[in-house]
Protein backbone atom coordinates (compact mmCIF):
# COMPACT_ATOMS: atom_id res chain seq x y z
CA UNK A 1 0.00 0.00 0.00
CA UNK A 2 2.61 2.27 1.15
CA UNK A 3 4.89 1.43 -2.52
CA UNK A 4 1.32 2.09 -4.21
CA UNK A 5 1.37 6.08 -2.78
CA UNK A 6 4.56 6.49 -3.04
CA UNK A 7 4.31 5.71 -6.91
CA UNK A 8 1.40 7.80 -7.07
CA UNK A 9 3.29 10.40 -5.45
CA UNK A 10 6.27 10.92 -7.68
CA UNK A 11 3.77 11.42 -10.84
CA UNK A 12 2.25 14.62 -9.00
CA UNK A 13 3.69 17.93 -11.09
CA UNK A 14 4.24 21.01 -9.06
CA UNK A 15 2.99 24.32 -9.55
CA UNK A 16 5.78 26.91 -8.95
CA UNK A 17 5.67 29.61 -6.22
CA UNK A 18 6.27 32.21 -9.32
CA UNK A 19 2.93 31.30 -10.99
CA UNK A 20 0.95 31.26 -7.96
CA UNK A 21 2.37 34.75 -6.89
CA UNK A 22 1.53 35.82 -10.53
CA UNK A 23 -2.11 34.35 -10.34
CA UNK A 24 -2.71 35.82 -6.57
CA UNK A 25 -1.08 38.94 -6.89
CA UNK A 26 -3.44 39.70 -10.43
CA UNK A 27 -6.42 38.44 -8.66
CA UNK A 28 -5.94 40.90 -5.22
CA UNK A 29 -6.56 44.08 -7.76
CA UNK A 30 -10.03 43.64 -7.40
CA UNK A 31 -10.66 42.09 -3.69
CA UNK A 32 -14.47 41.36 -4.05
CA UNK A 33 -14.00 38.60 -6.14
CA UNK A 34 -10.83 37.23 -4.96
CA UNK A 35 -11.74 34.77 -3.44
CA UNK A 36 -14.07 33.30 -5.92
CA UNK A 37 -11.19 33.65 -8.30
CA UNK A 38 -8.31 31.68 -6.06
CA UNK A 39 -10.87 28.90 -5.33
CA UNK A 40 -11.49 28.91 -9.18
CA UNK A 41 -7.53 28.17 -9.07
CA UNK A 42 -8.03 25.64 -6.55
CA UNK A 43 -10.43 23.36 -8.86
CA UNK A 44 -7.74 24.38 -12.13
CA UNK A 45 -5.03 22.63 -9.35
CA UNK A 46 -7.14 19.76 -8.46
CA UNK A 47 -8.33 18.79 -11.90
CA UNK A 48 -4.36 18.67 -12.86
CA UNK A 49 -3.66 16.73 -9.98
CA UNK A 50 -0.73 19.87 -9.50
CA UNK A 51 1.33 20.13 -6.09
CA UNK A 52 1.97 23.73 -4.30
CA UNK A 53 5.74 24.35 -4.48
CA UNK A 54 7.61 23.82 -1.29
CA UNK A 55 10.01 25.93 -0.55
CA UNK A 56 13.51 24.57 0.36
CA UNK A 57 14.50 25.93 3.40
CA UNK A 58 17.95 25.92 2.77
CA UNK A 59 17.32 28.78 0.07
CA UNK A 60 16.15 31.40 2.78
CA UNK A 61 19.44 31.22 4.81
CA UNK A 62 22.75 33.32 3.75
CA UNK A 63 25.97 32.18 4.83
CA UNK A 64 27.10 32.67 8.28
CA UNK A 65 30.66 32.11 9.46
CA UNK A 66 31.45 29.41 12.09
CA UNK A 67 31.39 30.54 15.15
CA UNK A 68 33.62 28.88 18.18
CA UNK A 69 32.84 25.89 20.37
CA UNK A 70 31.58 25.24 22.90
CA UNK A 71 28.20 27.62 22.45
CA UNK A 72 25.31 27.63 24.79
CA UNK A 73 21.59 26.45 23.16
CA UNK A 74 20.72 30.32 23.01
CA UNK A 75 23.46 31.05 20.91
CA UNK A 76 23.21 28.97 18.55
CA UNK A 77 19.72 29.61 18.32
CA UNK A 78 20.61 33.37 17.87
CA UNK A 79 23.00 32.56 14.87
CA UNK A 80 20.79 29.67 13.35
CA UNK A 81 17.81 32.83 13.35
CA UNK A 82 20.38 35.29 12.62
CA UNK A 83 21.22 33.65 9.20
CA UNK A 84 17.61 33.41 8.06
CA UNK A 85 16.60 36.67 5.02
CA UNK A 86 13.63 38.41 6.05
CA UNK A 87 11.02 39.06 4.02
CA UNK A 88 10.55 42.55 2.44
CA UNK A 89 6.66 43.94 2.20
CA UNK A 90 6.00 42.44 -1.19
CA UNK A 91 7.41 38.88 -0.41
CA UNK A 92 6.05 38.75 2.96
CA UNK A 93 2.30 39.86 1.34
CA UNK A 94 3.04 36.85 -1.69
CA UNK A 95 3.56 34.09 1.13
CA UNK A 96 0.69 35.26 3.36
CA UNK A 97 -1.41 34.87 0.27
CA UNK A 98 -0.36 31.35 -0.45
CA UNK A 99 -1.02 30.68 3.03
CA UNK A 100 -4.09 31.73 2.45
CA UNK A 101 -4.58 29.39 -0.73
CA UNK A 102 -3.03 26.71 0.45
CA UNK A 103 -5.70 26.58 4.27
CA UNK A 104 -8.97 26.92 1.47
CA UNK A 105 -6.89 23.94 -0.70
CA UNK A 106 -7.17 21.86 2.30
CA UNK A 107 -10.45 22.90 3.42
CA UNK A 108 -11.82 21.98 0.04
CA UNK A 109 -9.88 18.86 0.33
CA UNK A 110 -11.07 17.79 4.01
CA UNK A 111 -14.72 18.88 2.38
CA UNK A 112 -14.67 16.09 -0.22
CA UNK A 113 -13.13 13.57 1.80
CA UNK A 114 -15.79 14.23 4.66
CA UNK A 115 -13.38 15.49 6.98
CA UNK A 116 -14.23 17.90 10.07
CA UNK A 117 -11.23 20.71 9.63
CA UNK A 118 -11.55 20.77 13.36
CA UNK A 119 -10.73 16.67 13.38
CA UNK A 120 -6.60 17.78 12.28
CA UNK A 121 -6.70 20.50 15.36
CA UNK A 122 -7.78 17.95 18.03
CA UNK A 123 -6.91 14.42 16.50
CA UNK A 124 -3.43 15.09 18.13
CA UNK A 125 -1.44 14.58 15.06
CA UNK A 126 1.33 16.03 13.70
CA UNK A 127 1.43 17.92 9.81
CA UNK A 128 3.06 15.24 7.87
CA UNK A 129 6.19 15.90 6.42
CA UNK A 130 7.83 15.02 2.91
CA UNK A 131 7.28 11.87 3.06
CA UNK A 132 3.45 11.89 3.22
CA UNK A 133 3.05 8.37 2.34
CA UNK A 134 4.41 7.19 5.39
CA UNK A 135 3.90 9.60 8.28
CA UNK A 136 0.44 10.56 7.54
CA UNK A 137 -2.75 8.63 8.63
CA UNK A 138 -5.69 10.63 6.68
CA UNK A 139 -6.01 10.57 2.34
CA UNK A 140 -3.40 11.47 0.74
CA UNK A 141 -5.17 14.11 -0.95
CA UNK A 142 -5.72 15.74 2.27
CA UNK A 143 -2.12 14.70 3.51
CA UNK A 144 -0.55 16.70 0.55
CA UNK A 145 -2.64 19.92 1.24
CA UNK A 146 -1.95 19.73 4.89
CA UNK A 147 1.67 19.58 4.26
CA UNK A 148 1.80 22.36 2.20
CA UNK A 149 -0.27 24.45 4.27
CA UNK A 150 2.41 23.67 7.15
CA UNK A 151 4.94 24.14 5.27
CA UNK A 152 4.01 27.91 4.44
CA UNK A 153 3.15 28.51 8.07
CA UNK A 154 6.57 26.79 8.86
CA UNK A 155 8.45 29.16 6.37
CA UNK A 156 6.00 32.69 7.77
CA UNK A 157 7.40 31.54 11.04
CA UNK A 158 10.96 31.34 10.80
CA UNK A 159 11.15 34.00 9.22
CA UNK A 160 10.29 36.09 11.41
CA UNK A 161 11.78 34.30 14.53
CA UNK A 162 14.07 37.37 15.05
CA UNK A 163 11.13 39.23 16.25
CA UNK A 164 11.12 36.50 19.30
CA UNK A 165 14.13 37.43 19.83
CA UNK A 166 13.89 41.00 20.07
CA UNK A 167 10.58 41.35 22.14
CA UNK A 168 11.90 38.66 24.81
CA UNK A 169 14.43 41.43 26.09
CA UNK A 170 11.75 43.07 27.58
CA UNK A 171 11.42 39.78 29.96
CA UNK A 172 15.32 39.15 30.76
CA UNK A 173 15.20 40.05 34.38
CA UNK A 174 12.23 37.38 35.58
CA UNK A 175 12.36 34.38 36.54
CA UNK A 176 11.75 32.62 33.01
CA UNK A 177 14.60 31.24 31.37
CA UNK A 178 15.07 32.66 28.16
CA UNK A 179 14.55 29.94 25.65
CA UNK A 180 11.23 29.02 27.64
CA UNK A 181 9.75 32.11 26.42
CA UNK A 182 11.44 32.01 22.56
CA UNK A 183 9.46 28.56 22.86
CA UNK A 184 6.50 30.27 23.59
CA UNK A 185 6.95 32.78 21.17
CA UNK A 186 7.25 30.39 18.67
CA UNK A 187 4.12 29.21 19.14
CA UNK A 188 2.34 32.67 19.52
CA UNK A 189 4.09 33.16 15.94
CA UNK A 190 1.87 29.97 14.84
CA UNK A 191 -1.00 31.81 16.52
CA UNK A 192 0.37 35.27 14.20
CA UNK A 193 0.06 33.49 11.00
CA UNK A 194 -3.53 31.88 11.47
CA UNK A 195 -4.86 35.54 11.76
CA UNK A 196 -3.13 37.90 10.08
CA UNK A 197 -4.84 39.10 7.27
CA UNK A 198 -2.49 40.71 4.13
CA UNK A 199 -5.91 42.82 2.93
CA UNK A 200 -5.01 45.07 5.57
CA UNK A 201 -2.10 46.14 4.16
CA UNK A 202 0.42 46.01 7.91
CA UNK A 203 3.30 44.02 8.51
CA UNK A 204 3.56 41.08 9.83
CA UNK A 205 5.19 42.17 12.32
CA UNK A 206 2.92 44.70 13.22
CA UNK A 207 0.72 42.41 14.02
CA UNK A 208 2.91 39.64 15.59
CA UNK A 209 4.64 42.06 18.21
CA UNK A 210 1.08 42.20 19.64
CA UNK A 211 0.71 38.09 19.83
CA UNK A 212 4.42 37.84 21.00
CA UNK A 213 4.25 40.11 24.00
CA UNK A 214 0.11 38.35 24.82
CA UNK A 215 2.33 34.98 24.84
CA UNK A 216 5.34 35.96 27.21
CA UNK A 217 2.83 37.83 29.68
CA UNK A 218 1.07 34.55 29.74
CA UNK A 219 3.62 32.30 30.35
CA UNK A 220 5.42 34.59 33.32
CA UNK A 221 1.55 35.37 34.60
CA UNK A 222 1.50 31.65 34.98
CA UNK A 223 5.32 30.01 35.37
CA UNK A 224 6.57 32.60 36.49
CA UNK A 225 6.98 31.39 40.39
CA UNK A 226 5.32 35.00 41.71
CA UNK A 227 2.00 34.69 43.38
CA UNK A 228 -0.58 37.27 41.49
CA UNK A 229 -2.59 39.07 44.17
CA UNK A 230 -5.28 41.24 43.83
CA UNK A 231 -4.83 44.83 44.83
CA UNK A 232 -7.23 44.63 47.50
CA UNK A 233 -5.17 41.76 49.31
CA UNK A 234 -2.10 43.61 48.57
CA UNK A 235 -3.58 47.11 50.78
CA UNK A 236 -4.94 44.57 53.07
CA UNK A 237 -1.45 43.12 53.84
CA UNK A 238 0.05 46.73 54.15
CA UNK A 239 -2.56 47.50 57.05
CA UNK A 240 -1.67 43.83 58.50
CA UNK A 241 1.89 44.34 58.73
CA UNK A 242 1.22 47.95 60.13
CA UNK A 243 -1.20 46.37 62.90
CA UNK A 244 0.82 44.11 63.94
CA UNK A 245 3.74 46.61 64.39
CA UNK A 246 1.89 48.70 66.31
CA UNK A 247 0.69 46.15 68.49
CA UNK A 248 4.26 44.89 69.30
CA UNK A 249 3.34 41.21 69.28
CA UNK A 250 4.66 39.16 66.03
CA UNK A 251 2.25 36.44 67.31
CA UNK A 252 -0.84 38.89 67.47
CA UNK A 253 -4.13 36.49 67.16
CA UNK A 254 -6.33 37.35 63.79
CA UNK A 255 -8.92 38.89 66.59
CA UNK A 256 -6.80 41.17 67.34
CA UNK A 257 -5.21 42.19 64.36
CA UNK A 258 -8.37 42.70 62.51
CA UNK A 259 -9.55 45.04 65.34
CA UNK A 260 -6.29 47.06 65.26
CA UNK A 261 -6.47 47.18 61.62
CA UNK A 262 -10.40 47.71 61.36
CA UNK A 263 -10.69 45.12 58.81
CA UNK A 264 -12.42 41.82 58.59
CA UNK A 265 -11.12 38.48 60.25
CA UNK A 266 -11.35 36.77 56.91
CA UNK A 267 -9.42 39.24 54.88
CA UNK A 268 -6.60 39.66 58.06
CA UNK A 269 -6.47 35.99 57.75
CA UNK A 270 -5.86 36.11 53.90
CA UNK A 271 -3.40 38.55 53.99
CA UNK A 272 -1.41 36.78 56.41
CA UNK A 273 -1.17 33.45 54.55
CA UNK A 274 -0.38 35.57 51.34
CA UNK A 275 2.59 36.96 53.22
CA UNK A 276 4.09 33.75 53.43
CA UNK A 277 5.22 33.41 49.97
CA UNK A 278 4.81 36.61 47.57
CA UNK A 279 6.52 39.24 45.06
CA UNK A 280 4.84 42.65 45.10
CA UNK A 281 3.70 43.63 41.49
CA UNK A 282 5.53 46.74 41.86
CA UNK A 283 8.59 45.65 42.85
CA UNK A 284 11.65 45.79 39.99
CA UNK A 285 12.84 42.69 39.15
CA UNK A 286 16.37 41.40 38.78
CA UNK A 287 19.15 40.55 41.24
CA UNK A 288 20.04 44.67 41.53
CA UNK A 289 16.14 45.39 41.65
CA UNK A 290 17.07 47.47 39.00
CA UNK A 291 14.70 45.42 36.04
CA UNK A 292 11.05 46.75 34.84
CA UNK A 293 8.52 45.95 37.21
CA UNK A 294 6.26 42.85 36.57
CA UNK A 295 3.21 45.10 36.60
CA UNK A 296 4.34 46.84 33.49
CA UNK A 297 5.81 43.69 31.74
CA UNK A 298 2.17 42.37 32.64
CA UNK A 299 -0.06 44.93 31.63
CA UNK A 300 -1.85 45.33 34.70
CA UNK A 301 -4.09 48.62 34.98
CA UNK A 302 -3.13 49.55 38.52
CA UNK A 303 -7.17 51.68 38.79
CA UNK A 304 -9.24 49.51 40.26
CA UNK A 305 -12.32 49.73 42.33
CA UNK A 306 -11.94 49.48 46.23
CA UNK A 307 -12.10 45.81 47.12
CA UNK A 308 -14.02 46.90 50.61
CA UNK A 309 -17.20 47.85 49.21
CA UNK A 310 -20.17 45.23 48.29
CA UNK A 311 -20.15 45.99 44.21
CA UNK A 312 -16.68 44.04 44.56
CA UNK A 313 -18.05 41.22 46.49
CA UNK A 314 -21.06 41.45 44.17
CA UNK A 315 -19.23 41.32 40.87
CA UNK A 316 -19.61 37.53 39.37
CA UNK A 317 -17.55 36.02 36.84
CA UNK A 318 -20.61 36.05 33.92
CA UNK A 319 -20.13 40.19 34.61
CA UNK A 320 -16.35 39.99 33.37
CA UNK A 321 -17.14 37.71 30.60
CA UNK A 322 -20.02 39.86 29.75
CA UNK A 323 -17.54 42.74 29.86
CA UNK A 324 -14.89 41.23 27.69
CA UNK A 325 -17.98 40.05 24.75
CA UNK A 326 -18.91 44.04 24.79
CA UNK A 327 -15.34 44.64 23.31
CA UNK A 328 -16.47 42.63 20.02
CA UNK A 329 -18.87 43.87 16.98
CA UNK A 330 -21.93 42.70 16.38
CA UNK A 331 -20.68 39.55 14.08
CA UNK A 332 -17.28 39.13 16.23
CA UNK A 333 -19.76 38.15 19.53
CA UNK A 334 -21.99 36.14 17.48
CA UNK A 335 -18.66 33.99 16.30
CA UNK A 336 -17.67 33.79 19.87
CA UNK A 337 -20.99 32.96 21.63
CA UNK A 338 -21.55 30.53 18.96
CA UNK A 339 -18.04 28.90 18.94
CA UNK A 340 -17.99 28.77 22.95
CA UNK A 341 -21.47 27.85 23.44
CA UNK A 342 -22.02 31.36 25.81
CA UNK A 343 -25.26 33.10 26.44
CA UNK A 344 -27.38 29.98 26.21
CA UNK A 345 -25.65 28.84 23.23
CA UNK A 346 -24.43 25.12 22.23
CA UNK A 347 -21.37 25.22 21.22
CA UNK A 348 -20.97 25.69 17.03
CA UNK A 349 -18.05 24.26 14.74
CA UNK A 350 -16.15 26.92 12.67
CA UNK A 351 -18.10 25.53 9.66
CA UNK A 352 -21.75 25.21 11.05
CA UNK A 353 -21.05 29.17 11.91
CA UNK A 354 -19.84 29.72 8.15
CA UNK A 355 -22.64 28.25 6.68
CA UNK A 356 -24.83 30.87 9.04
CA UNK A 357 -23.30 33.79 8.23
CA UNK A 358 -23.22 32.73 4.26
CA UNK A 359 -18.75 33.03 4.58
CA UNK A 360 -15.96 30.65 4.27
CA UNK A 361 -14.66 28.75 6.98
CA UNK A 362 -11.13 30.22 6.92
CA UNK A 363 -13.29 34.00 7.43
CA UNK A 364 -14.63 32.63 10.44
CA UNK A 365 -11.34 31.25 11.72
CA UNK A 366 -9.86 34.81 11.71
CA UNK A 367 -13.20 36.57 13.19
CA UNK A 368 -12.47 34.11 15.88
CA UNK A 369 -8.67 35.09 16.16
CA UNK A 370 -9.30 38.60 16.22
CA UNK A 371 -12.09 38.41 19.04
CA UNK A 372 -10.02 36.01 21.30
CA UNK A 373 -7.13 39.02 20.91
CA UNK A 374 -9.52 41.57 21.52
CA UNK A 375 -10.79 39.77 24.56
CA UNK A 376 -7.63 38.70 26.00
CA UNK A 377 -7.01 41.99 27.63
CA UNK A 378 -5.74 42.92 31.41
CA UNK A 379 -8.81 44.42 32.55
CA UNK A 380 -10.34 40.95 31.90
CA UNK A 381 -7.88 39.19 33.32
CA UNK A 382 -8.01 41.52 36.70
CA UNK A 383 -11.96 41.06 36.87
CA UNK A 384 -11.90 37.50 36.56
CA UNK A 385 -8.99 36.88 38.81
CA UNK A 386 -10.85 36.22 42.16
CA UNK A 387 -12.56 33.43 40.10
CA UNK A 388 -9.15 31.47 39.20
CA UNK A 389 -7.44 31.92 42.40
CA UNK A 390 -6.97 28.44 43.99
Known amino acids: ?129 RGVHETCVYPERVCRRWMELHAMRKEMVERNLYLALINVER ?80 KATIEQIAEEADLREHIVESALGATRSTTSIDAALGSDGDGPKLQDLIGLDQEVHDPYSPSMEDFSLQDGVDMALDRLSERERLVVTKRFGLEGEKEHTLAEIAAELGVSLERVRQIQVRSMAKMATPKLRKAIDPFLMQ
Open 1 to 129: MADRRKARASAHGIFPHEELDRRLRAAAEDLDTYESTARALITELDEKELDLEISDPDLRRKERAPFPKPRSIEDQFRAEVDSILVHDREEEADLARRIEFARWRLETALQAEGIDPEELERGGHRPPS
Open 171 to 250: YAHTRIGRMDLIQEGSSALFRAVDGFDWRRGLLFRTYAVHWLNQAFRSHLYNFGNTVRLPVYLQKAMKHVHNAVERLGDP
